[in-house]
C-alpha cells in the first residue's frame, strides 16, 4: 500500500506543477506544495551522525537532516550547516507571570519565593509579585529594562539572608522596600546592574555582607534611600540620584574595609542629604568618592567634619564636582602671630647658649585653612594627619629684632621632628638691638602622618643672654 502512496504522490508531483499534495487531508494548504496532517504521528526527518552529515555530497540550500550525535536539527545554507535550533539551556527558567514561581513559592514555604541556586530566571513583562522573593544566589535578569518590571504592592521585594544577582530590571516596592537583606558572617555577595528603582517607600538595608556591587542604577522618585551596614566590600558605580527621590539617599553605618563610589550624580533638592557617613564607625581600606556630581543646592554630605569646612575625616579620599576636594594631596595649613596691636611689640625670648631651639608660641599664634594638619604648642607646629607619606612645599617669614648683642650672627630653621633641617637655613648679622631683620625660609619636605614641622633659631656667636623679639611669624605649608 504504502508502495502505490509514494508512486501516487509520484505522479501528482510529475504532471500537475501547480497543484497541492495532501495526506490525510483533502484540502491542503493552497501555500503548500504537501501538507500532511495527522494527530498521532509526526513526520521524521533523516538521522545521521555528524560525520555522515559532512559525508553528503553538494547539499542543498534548505536541506534538511537530524545529527544524532548532537541532538539537533541542522540545514544546509550556503557553505556551511547550521543549527535550526539549540538545545535550552539548563539552570534556566522564564518568567512571564507569578504564577511562574509556583514552585519556588513551595520551596518558600508559602510565605517566600525561594529561588534556586545558581540558576537564571529570566524576567518578562510585569510581574506583580504576592510574596517576597529570597535570591539564594540566582541570577535574576529582564531583556528590557523599561518593560520587565518586578512590582511589589505591599512589603518588600528581595529579602532574606542571601545573595545573588539582579540586572536589567525595573524594580518598584510602593509600600515596602527593595531591598531588605540581613546576613551576619559577611560571606554574602550581591550584585545590582543596568536597573531602575522607581516610586518605592524604601531602596531598604543590606547589612552584614561581603561584597555589594551597584552600578549603572537609576533612582527616582523614592521616598527613603538605602543604608549599608557592616559590608567588607562596597562598590558603587554610575548611580543617579534624582531630585525627586527624598530622605537620605545613601547611608553608610558599621563597620567597612572598603566603601568606593565612582561616577554618576546626586540631584538633591528637598531630600536630607546624598550620603550620610556619620555613622561609621571603621574604614580599613579607606573610602573613595570620585567624579560624582553632586549639584541641586541642598545638603549633600552629612559628615564629621573634622576639618572646617570639609566634610569627611582622613579615610577618605574625595574629588568631586559640588564638594570640596579632600585627599591628602591637597593637605595645607597655615600659622601666624597675631599682634593686635596699633604699634607692634612683639614677644621676647630669652637665648642663653649656641644651641638651636624652637622659637616659642606665645599663645597669640593664630591657625587658618588647616585640611590634615593639627596646630600645637602655642599653634606654631603643625602637624600633618594623612595617612599617605608625600612631599610638601613650605614658606615661612619672620621680621626679628636681637637685644642685649651686636655683632653678633642668628640662623633660622625649619625644623621637622624637633631636628633642624639645616639646607633650609637663613642666616641673619646683628649690628645693633634697633634694627628689625626680615627672614624667608622655604623648604621641599617629606612629611608622614604624624610628623610635624616648626621655626627654630640657633645664635651662631657671641655669648650670655640675649633677648630675641618677634614682631612677625607666619608659616603656611601644602
Known sequence: MRKKLLFFIFL??????YAQVGINTSSPDPSSVLDIVSTTSGMLAPRMTTVQRNAIASPANGLLVYDTDLGLFYFYDNSSWKPLSSSQRNNYKLIKSEADLAAELVAGSGTTYLLDSNTYYEINGLITLSYPIELNNAYVAGEDT???????????????????????????????????????????????????????A?????????????SIVQYVGNTTGIIFTNINQLLLNSEGW????????????????????????????GATAAIDVLGITSLTGGGTLRTVDFFGGGNYINGPGTYTNYNFNTDWDVDCAGIPVEKDAVAAGNFYYNDVNPSP??????????????????????????????????????????????QFQINASLSIRVTGTSGDFYAFYIAKNGGILTESRAIVYVDNSSTIQNIALNENIDLSTNDYIELFVQRLTGSGNDNLVVFAENLSIN
Open 12 to 17: 501528482l508531483t510529475s504532471f500537475f506543477n
Open 146 to 200: 523599561n518593560n520587565d518590571i518586578l512590582l511589589r504592592t505591599t512589603g518588600n521585594i528581595f529579602e532574606g539572608d542571601t545573595g545573588g544577582s539582579v540586572r536589567n530590571l525595573t524594580l518598584q516596592a510602593t509600600a515596602g522596600s527593595v531591598f531588605n537583606l540581613s546576613e551576619i558572617t559577611n560571606t554574602q555577595n550581591l550584585i545590582l546592574r543596568d536597573a531602575f528603582i522607581v516610586n518605592s
Open 242 to 269: 534624582d531630585g525627586s527621590n527624598s530622605g537620605t539617599y545613601q547611608t553608610f553605618v558599621g563597620n567597612f574595609e572598603v566603601i568606593a563610589k565612582q561616577g554618576g550624580f546626586s540631584e538633591v533638592v
Open 202 to 214: 524604601s531602596v531598604g538595608s543590606i547589612s552584614g555582607f561581603n561584597l555589594v556591587f551597584f
Open 345 to 390: 611689640t612683639g614677644f621676647t625670648q630669652t637665648i642663653n647658649n649656641n644651641t638651636e631651639v624652637e622659637i616659642q608660641g606665645t599663645g597669640l599664634f593664630l591657625t587658618t585653612n588647616l585640611f590634615r594638619f593639627a596646630a600645637s604648642g602655642g599653634n606654631n607646629r603643625l602637624t600633618y594627619e594623612g595617612l599617605k607619606n608625600r
